[in-house]
């Protein structure tokens, strides 16, 4: 019996080892055709770069000498990131209010792309900060204004923040002095992105 057992074992171990050799193979396979999937869409990519020399032989004069005032937005946009992450830093724990993920604003990945020159690489990263840097601050600020101002205007503005439509009506005195605690904590669309239900706001 044991002798039978024994075989059986040993059976089951020589095919799980087979399985498992066919599953690496599998994955080798998928990986290799995948790399060759990647550099064929690199090359097809390619073919769309435009060079460095022509791309700049192609722009207008006017263009060209505008890129240094657009290029000297680094400074402005560089210093209210930092302000802007300090005080954060400092002024939303002692409020209470969740931080903000400057990584889900600032996203660098289109410089990446293979059609792409150095000049186009350079102005997509820069795109990529400006941007992700004024939506950062956008929350930032919304989350700061739901805490000290959560009131709606008296006419409509236009492109209002998320946090916007929480906010209470324009005058309404007794809404707002009732309110205003609650919507002080009121971040759950934050703290369920962010946190398992367990973690929640003690």
């Keep these: ?3 039978r057992i024994d075989e059986l074992l040993a059976r089951i171990t020589a095919l ?5 050799n066919e599953y690496r193979r ?7 055709k995948k790399a060759e999937l990647a550099d064929e869409l690199a090359r097809q990519q390619r073919r769309y770069k435009t060079g460095l020399f022509r791309f700049i032989a192609r ?11 657009i290029y000297a937005g680094w400074i402005p946009f560089l210093l ?3 302000f802007v992450t300090i005080y954060q830093g400092i002024c939303f724990p002692v409020y209470r209010i969740p931080k903000v993920r400057r990584a889900d604003y600032i996203v660098f990945d289109r410089e990446d792309l293979p059609y792409l020159n150095l000049v186009e690489k350079f102005n997509c990263f820069y795109c990529s900060y400006g941007n992700g840097v004024a939506a ?3 929350e930032v ?9 959560p009131i709606k205007h008296a006419r409509r503005i236009r492109a209002a923040h998320d946090r916007y439509p929480k906010f209470f009506d324009y005058g309404d005195a007794e809404a707002f002095q009732q309110g205003l605690s609650r919507l002080r904590r009121q971040y759950d669309d934050v ?3 962010k946190a398992p239900a367990s973690r929640r706001d003690d």
């Design 1 to 3: 019996m044991k002798d």
């Design 16 to 20: 799980q080892d087979e399985l498992d």
């Design 26 to 32: 599998a994955r080798e396979d998928w990986a290799r």
């Design 59 to 69: 722009s207008r004069i006017l263009v060209l000498l505008t890129a240094p005032v």
């Design 80 to 82: 209210i990131d930092l």
């Design 136 to 138: 950062y601050v956008r």
């Design 141 to 149: 600020a919304a989350r700061t204004e739901q805490y000290w101002c």
């Design 191 to 193: 703290e369920e992105a």
